[in-house]
């Protein structure tokens, strides 16, 4: 054994003497270093999150980092087999210490390159995010980019012994790795595998630990076999003067082979296992989306009482339910998260016989109290299970990153938040006449909707009285508070400035403050200022005007940020200030427009959309024109009113311009991709809003906004057409739709 | 006595580049497996031509030219050869016969592909193939006399070809189209016209034509034995 470690231990550090002083491998770490700085984008770097800093480094190195390892890997592994080193092989040594010293000596000056980038990446991560950041550096390099590396290396030397030529491994290797990344073939569909890793960071998530182990564990596995096979291959056809493999060698190292086999093929099921576990829908089938009709409207009340103990990340709810059935054999579609369970169901009166079979909720009911009042209590427990789909957009669909938030919750031990329809409750699309929320641990860091609040050091208590809003309550310990103008503000620790977080969030109290002028008429102003949180997981925002309570939906702090060259150009249209306010009154136009209950194909734009920086407010081709259609006249007024709603944010010049280029957009398709604005390039949308246009020039604000409201009470998200719409217009402002020619 | 220059040229193409003599023919059979394609649209078909005569044939050529002086000094037999030739010539030489090899080779093969697969100009093809091959060919052999290291040559061309063939909008946008390596895949890829691929290719044999001549410089500067 000593010597074989001698024998890996010196050539190792021959390896890398040699390697050092050579001048291609100094060009090599020059080249690792810009493609290091080309991976990121340096405008955005200062606002990135330390795990984006590391990955996107990673990434860029591990693509073409691979390439270069297999050109150097190529010419180190295979030096000693040129004619030259005859008298190397003249004496016999430790094959074993030959091999594992050579490859692990190619590592180690494969590290030695990579210092300078991984100095400059650390130098950024300690920058922006303080010395955590290069934890976070050294953690997502060991998950993303070592194993690839070291991948490369194996796979090097294997191929290097098949053919035992460096030019040939290397002309092999670099097409077949050309070929994949270039076509973009995934053929991690092939063995479901991941060759990538990932990382995942949303509240106290962070990387999927199991997973991310066993695809480690893969790589590694993968490394051994790579190392192995070069062996066997080495001994079988050994160069010049050194001993054959003899019989034993060759046994054993075959059952070697075999075990790294089983084992790998071992780990890659596990993983498979364990993925599918977590892709799994917490939605059940035979919901209610499938066509079920709603119980919603059997039930005379609905009440809830949750309690939620933060430390033991544990909820306990009971669902009381008044119903008057009207046969003797009742049946509900139940939906409750996959991380909850019903312990216990009670009726009143006792001898109500239940069933839960599948989804359903089946009631047999004694024929005295058919037509009679009964309640049933449906007890239940556990805690809010997230699949991995719902959060990681690795794992989602296009239709499922628009879909909403199902759980409609999240607790850990540092954070909870619910919204009023998910399912962690037992019937998540019936509104609770009353709701009851207790929860255990500190208060701070707590906005809400409740009605009343009744806390303790402890514990706090909220109680909605009458039918709760959308957003409930939202707390963190993760997240930062403070105060922009009027709002108080719950936000996740992203690093950014006073400054740049004024940016991002004044419009929107400015927003509500419009909307409860313009559009509440009734509705009392909410009491202290309006309270803001960004909420993960959200995919549409969740508005309360009664309280001015605002669920934002996740973003990073990179989506007001338009494209560079874009901001180039002149005029207001071109203004990244202006155009992220625009952007951030469609949203909440469309917020209030949907606060009763999400309406996902009016809350994306359309089936087409622009992005903004990382801001993807529609995904082309997900909904479909299909599901889309009679919702034009809709996304008109709503992006006409959202336009007038922050006429204050963007000013009068930029609604004559966006107005201006609506026109020109009609007469010549090209100008969709010239401007970034809502729905351009829908040629229905801008002629409908042309002529609101119009009309609010004809009739002022005060009818229009009035037109606006009754739309919304009359048809909310129901589609509308183009000519039911213009009588409409008639008959709430008086004054007919005028027309484009008029 | 009259040189032989088939022999000559032979000769070199055995000695300098031992590797062409299997790598070229065995592209050429391994470039016949096209022809087992059975689908019918014709720009699909004209892409994976393209494929191969300017991605995969280049890079053939680039792995085999890199080391056409560089390999005997390394060897340090580069004096016995010197002694005999000016370095430049028998550079030239030697690059001379292996573009002779691989266009010889390609141009079997397009020609099977006019006579089975699709209709197309092969001189278009063979020229496009030249200027891709000799573009990269030039600078990764520019940079291994400038380090005297075929290994960064290697490094330098690969990364060229690699990025060309992962991200072209960005080597469009960074080096503008007449210096994009793969013309014709990219945009019979992206359905574009072809109305540049004359100018496109030119001006990479142009490129190629200026880093020929400062690899000649810095040979002459090493000429021992001549006198």
Redesign the interface.
């Known amino acids: 054994m000593d010597r074989h470690l001698r024998t890996a231990m010196v050539v190792t550090q021959y390896e890398w003497k040699l390697q050092v002083r050579q001048r291609a491998t100094w060009m090599m770490a020059c080249l690792f270093f810009l493609i290091g700085w080309f991976s990121v984008d340096h405008a955005q770097l200062p606002m990135l999150s330390a795990i984006a800093i590391a990955e996107s480094t990673a990434q860029g190195l591990g693509v073409f980092g691979s390439l270069f390892v297999v050109i150097f890997g190529a010419t180190g592994l295979l030096r000693e087999f040129g004619s030259t080193y005859d008298l190397l092989w003249g004496r016999s040594f430790s094959m074993w210490g030959y091999t594992i010293g050579k490859c692990i000596g190619t590592c180690v000056v494969i590290g030695t390159l990579l210092l300078p980038v991984g100095l400059w990446v650390g130098y950024w991560e300690v920058i922006s995010h303080g010395v955590q950041g290069l934890a976070v550096q050294a953690v997502v390099w060991i998950v993303l980019l070592i194993p690839v590396l070291t991948l490369a290396v194996a796979v090097t030397w294997w191929i290097g012994v098949v053919f035992r030529h460096s030019v040939w491994t290397a002309l092999v290797l670099v097409l077949v790795i050309g070929a994949i990344l270039a076509l973009q073939m995934d053929i991690t569909h092939i063995v479901g595998f991941p060759i990538g890793a990932y990382v995942s960071p949303l509240i106290d998530f962070g990387p999927d630990t199991r997973l991310v182990k066993l695809h480690q564990n893969a790589f590694l596995v993968v490394s051994f076999l790579g190392l192995l096979a070069g062996y066997v291959l080495f001994r079988a056809k050994p160069l010049r003067l050194e001993p054959r493999i003899d019989l034993v060698s060759q046994w054993t190292s075959a059952l070697l082979l075999f075990g790294l086999l089983t084992l790998l093929g071992l780990i890659v099921r596990q993983f498979r296992i364990e993925r599918n576990l977590l892709l799994q829908d917490p939605r059940r089938t035979g919901s209610i989306d499938q066509g079920m009709e709603s119980p919603c409207a059997t039930l005379r009340s609905y009440r809830l009482a949750l309690s939620i103990d933060l430390d033991n990340v544990h909820m306990e709810g009971a669902a009381e339910v008044l119903l008057k059935p009207t046969a003797r054999v009742v049946q509900f579609p139940i939906e409750l998260n996959q991380g909850l369970h019903i312990s216990k169901i009670a009726t009143n009166p006792s001898n109500l016989k239940t069933e839960l079979v599948d989804n359903q909720l089946v009631l047999k009911i004694p024929q005295d109290f058919v037509q009679r009042e009964v309640a049933l209590v449906l007890e239940y427990a556990g805690n809010i299970r997230i699949s991995r789909r719902l959060y990681d957009r690795q794992f989602r669909s296009p239709v499922e990153s628009l879909a909403p938030f199902w759980p409609g919750g999240y607790l850990d031990r540092k954070t909870v938040f619910l919204v009023r329809d998910g399912n962690w409750h037992p019937f998540p699309w019936c509104a609770p006449n009353r709701l009851f929320v207790e929860v255990e641990g500190s208060s701070g860091n707590l906005i809400h909707t409740a009605g009343k609040i009744e806390s303790s050091p402890d514990r706090f208590k909220l109680t909605w009285f009458q039918n709760p809003p959308l957003p409930l309550i939202a707390l963190s310990r993760n997240y930062r508070m403070m105060n922009i103008d009027n709002a108080k503000v719950l936000v996740a620790p992203m690093h950014l400035s006073t400054r740049q977080w004024k940016e991002i969030l004044t419009p929107y109290p400015v927003l509500m403050k419009s909307i409860q002028e313009y559009l509440l008429e009734e509705t009392p102003p909410p009491q202290g200022h309006y309270k803001i949180v960004q909420v993960p997981l959200l995919k549409y925002g969740r508005y309360d005007p009664g309280l001015g309570v605002l669920f934002l939906k996740e973003f990073s702090p990179l989506d007001f940020l338009v494209p560079r060259h874009y901001v180039s150009s002149a005029g207001p249209l071109h203004s990244q200030e202006l155009l992220y306010r625009r952007w951030v009154a469609e949203r909440m136009m469309r917020t209030w427009w949907c606060r009763e209950s999400i309406c996902p194909k009016l809350q994306v734009t359309s089936s087409r959309g622009y992005e903004i920086g990382h801001l993807l407010l529609a995904q082309p081709q997900s909904l479909g024109e299909a599901e889309h259609a009679g919702l034009e006249t809709l996304d008109a007024l709503l992006s006409y009113a959202a336009l007038r709603l922050g006429a204050s944010l963007v000013g009068d010049e930029f609604i004559t311009a966006e107005m201006s280029a609506r026109n020109d957009a009609l007469q010549d398709e090209m100008m969709w991709t010239e401007f970034l604005l809502p729905l351009i390039y829908s040629p229905e949308t801008n002629r409908l809003m042309l002529r609101l246009h119009k009309l609010w020039e004809m009739v002022g604000p005060g009818p229009f906004w009035h037109m606006v409201r009754e739309t919304h009470r009359i048809y909310g998200d129901q589609p509308v057409s183009a000519k039911e719409f213009s009588d409409f217009v008639k008959k709430t402002t008086g004054q007919a739709l005028p027309l484009l020619n008029d | 006595m009259r040189p032989n220059w088939f022999k000559q040229l032979w000769q070199e193409f055995k000695v300098a580049a031992p ?1 062409a003599m299997w ?1 070229l023919p065995l592209l050429t059979v391994g470039g016949l497996l096209l022809l087992l394609d059975t689908q019918t649209d014709e720009s699909s078909r004209f892409e994976y031509v393209a494929m191969i005569v300017e991605i ?1 044939f280049p ?2 050529v680039l ?2 030219a890199n ?1 056409l002086i560089l390999r005997e000094r390394e ?1 340090k037999t580069l004096a016995f050869v010197a002694v005999r030739s000016s370095l430049s010539i028998l550079w030239l030489r030697r690059l001379t016969a292996v573009f002779v090899g691989a266009l010889f080779c390609l141009g079997l093969l397009l020609l099977v592909y006019r006579w089975f697969y699709l209709s197309f100009s092969v001189t278009k093809m063979l020229l496009a193939f030249f200027a891709v091959a000799l573009a990269l060919t030039s600078l990764s052999s520019m ?1 291994s006399l400038l ?6 040559g ?3 061309g ?2 060229w ?3 060309s ?2 991200n072209p909008k960005a080597m469009i946008s960074l080096f503008g189209p007449y210096l994009y390596l793969f013309y014709f895949w990219f945009n019979i890829r992206e359905s574009l016209v072809l109305d540049r691929w004359l100018a496109s290719k030119f001006s990479l044999l142009g490129m190629a034509t200026v880093l020929i001549f400062v690899s000649i410089q810095m040979l002459r500067s090493t000429e021992r034995f001549v006198a």
């Open positions: 590797a790598l995969v890079l053939g792995y085999v080391g060897k940079i380090t005297k290291e075929m290994n960064a290697f490094l330098i690969t990364l070809w690699a990025f063939l992962m």
